[in-house]
């Protein structure tokens, strides 16, 4: 069971438990938010679900959560469910595996590419009524949206003129660029410019610094996250030189990588729900810093022979690649082949 398989297990669980009559009266929400536990909680993932359900319930959310805990303990693919606090549930589960973990991140590509299709890059226009940086990230946020199923994928930024953003995806109240920034997009490229502007909270001011968004350097995360997509391309030019392809199967050397990319749809929700791009950046950032670290041990080294285990960690970056682009495409920035 992945972590997305988790959440809606648990939608199910709620489903059942108010048709048999244990949650008489509640209404099952349409989806459910879990998040990994944060240190020093317990298990690998958490969910405060039970607090949805427990106002028409009519019972404390403690109870709630006990009867959900007995449904899914029962459930294949998840080790132990507890209850702590005043009703959060948490979970275990078993070991990721590469196989499963690559062939969610391909599916939840299509999806991003189907969200993301067609669209332009870049904040270059202006739109009646609203500011540069709202523009840009409410569009992101309705990127988001459409990946979870909801809103209307905006028109491309890069077209002028183009018709204003309907209010279809509302945002907290966006801080406008600060004026000694002056014009952002022209000193540091669209791309850089949206990546800076969705990074921080809305609420906040955006910084913008040549150190951070123009020098190519580890200080840079917009450059980390592109240059390990880039990593990834090369990964897979230089496996061809070698005579092999990427193949799916078990990696045990890279648990890092491989949370990461499970949790990536739970992190594109929870950005979608509390319409939050900062939350995908962070992410990104964490995923490439992982993927970089992890590409040493992709190629063969020295005379030795491409086996088995190097074609599944090329799958795994590969994957980590994709995933990186598809989350970049969301922020409405380019994802380049070489850097």
């Not at 106002?55 to 006990?66: L, S, T």
């Not at 899914?72 to 990721?96: K, S």
């Not at 599916?107 to 523009?135: F, N």
Request: proline share 8%.
């Amino acid at each position: 069971m992945t972590p997305a398989d988790l959440s809606r297990c648990v939608v199910r669980a709620v489903r059942r438990a108010v048709a048999d009559g244990e949650l008489a009266g509640a209404v099952a929400p349409e989806r459910v938010v879990v998040e990994r536990t944060r240190p020093g909680g317990v298990g690998d993932y958490a969910t405060p679900a039970a607090f949805q359900v427990a106002k028409a319930a009519g019972c404390p959310p403690r109870d709630v959560a006990d009867v959900l805990a007995r449904r899914l303990g029962a459930e294949p693919g998840i080790e132990r469910v507890e209850v702590t606090g005043a009703g959060f549930l948490n979970f275990v589960l078993p070991a990721l595996s590469a196989p499963v973990v690559i062939a969610d991140a391909i599916k939840c590509d299509a999806v991003i590419r189907d969200a993301c299709g067609g669209a332009g890059h870049g904040p270059t226009a202006d739109e009646t009524g609203l500011g540069l940086r709202e523009r840009v990230v409410r569009r992101s946020v309705l990127r988001l949206l459409s990946v979870q199923g909801g809103g209307t994928e905006p028109a491309p930024l890069a077209v002028a003129p183009v018709a204003p953003v309907a209010p279809v995806a509302p945002v907290a109240p966006v801080a406008p660029l600060a004026g000694r920034d002056g014009d952002v997009v022209a000193r540091y490229g669209a791309d850089a410019a949206c990546w800076a502007m969705l990074a921080t909270p809305a609420r906040e001011t955006p910084s913008f610094s040549d150190a951070q968004l123009l020098v190519q350097g580890e200080a840079s995360e917009f450059f980390r996250v592109r240059y390990a997509h880039a990593r990834a391309r090369a990964l897979l030019r230089n496996a061809e030189q070698l005579g092999f392809r990427p193949e799916a199967g078990e990696v045990d050397d890279a648990p890092a990588l491989l949370r990461l990319l499970a949790d990536h749809p739970l992190v594109l929700e929870a950005a979608a729900h509390h319409r939050a791009p900062e939350r995908l950046t962070r992410h990104l950032v964490e995923l490439a810093d992982a993927l970089l670290d992890f590409q040493y041990r992709v190629l063969p080294q020295g005379d030795e022979k491409p086996s088995a285990a190097h074609r599944a960690r090329l799958a795994l970056a590969e994957a980590a690649g994709t995933v990186l682009a598809g989350g970049l495409a969301l922020l409405g920035t380019d994802a380049p082949e070489r850097l």
